[in-house]
């Protein structure tokens, strides 16, 4: 096997121990990154913590969200799920003026999520019907991350 196609194919080992040494990555981006080992570590936990948490989202809240959106979907216009700077936040929208049958299962559902989804900094909140413009003081819709309204 050539050298080249040797070096290609074995990974490069960071150790732990080797915490202080200086690395250097190069992307394919022509940028360059130069930081320790101990640096890079922390990247790789620090994106490898992100993945978990976006497969928790999309596997066990999303779901759990529809679940409850279609268990009262008689009482909802609409539902959202938005990036706030202090987490998400889960809007519904009445499909009519507040609907005071839905504070006591949504905030059943508030302590639920924080309980079930501790990591994640999650707020419920109920609007009655809103106009878009209404709606984008909550959920800018450049910032929507996930539309979990009711089935029509």
């Not at 130069?34 to 992100?50: F, P, S, T, Y």
């Not at 609907?99 to 707020?123: I, K, M, N, R």
Request: glycine residues 4%; hydrophobic residues 45%; charged residues 25%.
């Amino acid at each position: 096997m050539p050298a080249k196609a040797a070096a290609v194919s074995r990974p490069i080992q960071l150790k732990f121990e080797e915490g202080g040494r200086k690395v250097v990555v190069e992307p394919d981006d022509r940028s360059s990154y130069r930081m320790l080992v101990r640096q890079v570590i922390d990247a790789c936990h620090l994106w490898n913590q992100q993945i978990e948490a976006q497969d928790r989202l999309t596997d066990e809240l999303l779901p759990r969200l529809q679940k409850w959106v279609t268990e009262h979907a008689q009482h909802l216009d609409s539902a959202f799920l938005a990036p706030r700077d202090t987490g998400l936040l889960f809007v519904i929208m009445c499909n009519g003026p507040y609907d005071w049958s839905l504070e006591d299962p949504l905030t059943d559902l508030d302590v639920q999520l924080a309980s079930e989804f501790p990591d994640f900094w999650l707020d419920v909140l109920e609007t009655p019907l809103l106009d878009d413009d209404g709606l984008e003081a909550f959920v800018p819709a450049q910032r929507l991350v996930f539309d979990i309204s009711p089935a029509e």
